[in-house]
């Protein structure tokens, strides 16, 4: 597997965690999964980052077992962790005339035909595997957060099948429109 330096910070950024399928095979061990992959399956707990479990991997072979229980439905992307509470905003000062929030901005033509492209490439080349990859592009707030998750999903395209032939050009296709 080649990935960027950028895709590598991104992956171990991400933060996976076991399918209910995952879980049964921690119990059951059905699945024919090798002590790599099945030491990997063990640690990824939906909490903690790839980058921050502690393993007796190379980072590689990490991410390529991660890539293995992502293709067998052991593994998906999990929810953020939830964020930190902050206190509560001081209170305006009498004097202050208070302002109407700014409405966010409207999705861009180009952010919202890069989150097209790349979801219906995912559930066309990945089916049911690409749920999680598919919720996390759709859920992409600005071009920035997308573009955190595009090292993933052409990793996706890249091992499957029917993606293989045609990621090189997905990944042109999406960096284009991100550009």
Same mark, same amino acid.
């Given at each position: ?6 895709? @590598? ?32 399956l ?5 909490? @903690? ?42 209170? =305006? ?6 302002m ?8 861009? =033509? ?12 995912? @559930? ?10 598919? @919720? ?15 090292g ?18 997905l ?9």
């Amino acid at each position: 597997m080649h990935l960027t330096p950028e895709n @590598r910070t991104r992956l171990r950024a991400t933060v996976f965690g076991k399918t209910e399928a995952g879980r049964a095979e921690v119990a059951q061990r059905n699945a024919g999964l090798t002590a790599r992959q099945r030491s990997v399956l063990i640690l990824l707990d939906g909490q @903690r980052a790839l980058g921050e479990i502690d393993t007796w991997l190379g980072e590689d072979e990490m991410l390529e077992s991660v890539e293995a229980l992502l293709r067998k439905g052991l593994a998906g992307i999990a929810s953020a962790p939830p964020a930190v509470a902050r206190p509560a905003p001081p209170e =305006p000062a009498p004097e202050a005339v208070p302002m109407a929030p700014l409405a966010a901005p409207p999705a861009s =033509p180009t952010l919202s035909a890069a989150r097209e492209l790349m979801a219906a490439a995912a @559930r066309k080349h990945l089916g049911l595997l690409a749920a999680d990859l598919v @919720r996390r592009i759709e859920q992409a707030k600005d071009e920035g957060q997308l573009a955190g998750i595009i090292g993933l999903w052409h990793v996706s395209l890249r091992e499957s099948k029917t993606g293989k032939p045609c990621a090189e050009g997905l990944l042109e296709e999406a960096r284009a429109l991100l550009a």
